[in-house]
């Protein structure tokens, strides 16, 4: 398989699983039923799901008045994506099994 097609299947599937997350404990928080973690929700905007992550908090309107989240989420994805850039214009080359 080529190697940029597994990096766009993985993130891909790492901003749904995002999105998904933020969208099950925003419904688990209206039932008041157990929870995600917050460490889980960070966790997943790390390995990439950043961009899900943010935008299932915005749409869902999930974890907004928390300012770890509010400033967080965005910083993740800034950074994530400030990386992909610098990566993007340097002469490295990677190689991928």
Same mark, same amino acid.
């Given at each position: ?6 990096? !766009?299947?993985?993130?891909? @599937? ?5 999105? &998904?997350? +933020?969208?099950?404990?925003?419904? #688990? ?13 960070? !966790?997943?905007?790390?390995? @990439? ?5 943010? &935008?299932? +908090?915005?749409?869902?309107?999930? #974890? ?34």
């Amino acid at each position: 398989m080529d190697a940029m097609l597994s990096v !766009t299947i993985y993130a891909a @599937g790492i901003n749904l699983l995002g999105f &998904l997350v +933020m969208g099950i404990d925003k419904y #688990k928080a209206k039932k008041k039923t157990f929870r995600i973690p917050e460490a889980i929700l960070f !966790t997943v905007a790390l390995f @990439g799901g950043s961009i899900g992550t943010t &935008l299932g +908090m915005f749409l869902f309107r999930h #974890k907004t008045r928390h300012w770890y989240f509010l400033y967080g989420m965005p910083l993740i994805l800034a950074v994530q994506l400030a990386v992909i850039y610098f990566l993007s214009q340097s002469s490295l080359e990677f190689m991928f099994l």
